[in-house]
């Protein structure tokens, strides 16, 4: 039998190619709304070991967002492939251990399962929300782009989790203060979901997933410049493939408010001072 503690798992983790590597106390997770506790999804947990990997900082500044995605595919591939190694490395030793993927699958919702009233648009929700889980073990802190920001790189990671038994010493929080509210993600938002106050899913969500500036329709007068829209994207687009080739390779839209975002020490010298117009959707 292993010795099991954290500076161990932290060995195994960084020698599988996991550049950061926290652990959060499962009893003390900093929640998102709607809270989804690790001890929702295991009630025996101790700990929650999160791990993450460094974007590839070419494929965010590519002229193509494609190149992103690719990446993207492969950083959530090698941290699921980390947790599950880990979190059997752990079941073998006698520890229960449930890996949380970087990326699907997600909890659907069309209602706010706490007050019941629908969302205008359907949202999706990680079943446990790894950045909350990162800035709980000390990792970063959620920046005014809504994403985690890390001293090391800044907006340019990828995260997993595994939830577990296995009794470890947590990371301390800490209180940081990456974020100077420059502004610069708010001007690159081409959804405007970025407020001086707050962060708006729907908009955000509309523009990433889809290329839509507008959302979809409340009220009967919207409807005309809404479909006036729709019809300017399919003169360019075939949205039936692109919908297909997103289900397969998840393509993203945007990424506009991570790749004007200046904080992460580790790019310093490999930011690219000009940053070139990036093409989103699918066709031209």
Not at 135 to 151: A, D, E, Y
Not at 195 to 214: E, H, Q
Request: aromatic share 8%; net charge positive.
């Amino acid at each position: 039998m292993h010795k099991i503690d954290a500076p161990i798992i932290k060995k195994w983790i960084h020698e599988a190619g996991i550049d950061l590597v926290g652990i959060a106390d499962a009893q003390d997770l900093i929640l998102a709304y709607p809270p989804r506790p690790a001890t929702a999804l295991m009630p025996s947990a101790r700990s929650v070991i999160v791990m993450a990997v460094a974007h590839s900082l070419g494929a965010v500044y590519s002229p193509d967002i494609m190149h992103w995605t690719r990446s993207k595919m492969q950083t959530s591939r090698l941290l699921d492939e980390t947790a599950e190694k880990i979190g059997r490395l752990l079941e073998q030793e006698g520890f229960l251990s449930l890996p949380i993927s970087a990326d699907k699958p997600v909890e659907i919702f069309k209602h706010d399962p706490q007050t019941g009233k629908k969302f205008r648009q359907t949202r999706t929700l990680g079943f446990l929300s790894l950045k909350h889980a990162a800035i709980s073990c000390g990792m970063g802190q959620i920046g005014r782009n809504n994403l985690l920001l890390t001293p090391e790189f800044g907006p340019h990671q990828r995260l997993c989790a595994i939830v577990t038994e296995t009794p470890l010493a947590a990371d301390y929080r800490r209180e940081l203060d990456l974020c100077t509210n420059c502004g610069r993600c708010a001007k690159a938002c081409p959804s405007c979901a970025l407020k001086a106050d707050r962060y708006d899913v729907d908009p955000c969500f509309a523009y990433w997933s889809s290329g839509f500036k507008l959302l979809k329709p409340i009220r009967f007068w919207q409807w005309p410049a809404y479909i006036k829209m729709i019809r300017q994207h399919l003169k360019r687009r075939d949205l039936l493939v692109e919908m297909g080739q997103t289900y397969i390779t998840d393509v993203d839209n945007c990424i506009e408010c991570m790749r004007v975002c200046p904080v992460g020490e580790n790019w310093n010298k490999v930011r690219p001072k000009l940053l070139p117009p990036q093409k989103s959707g699918g066709t031209a």
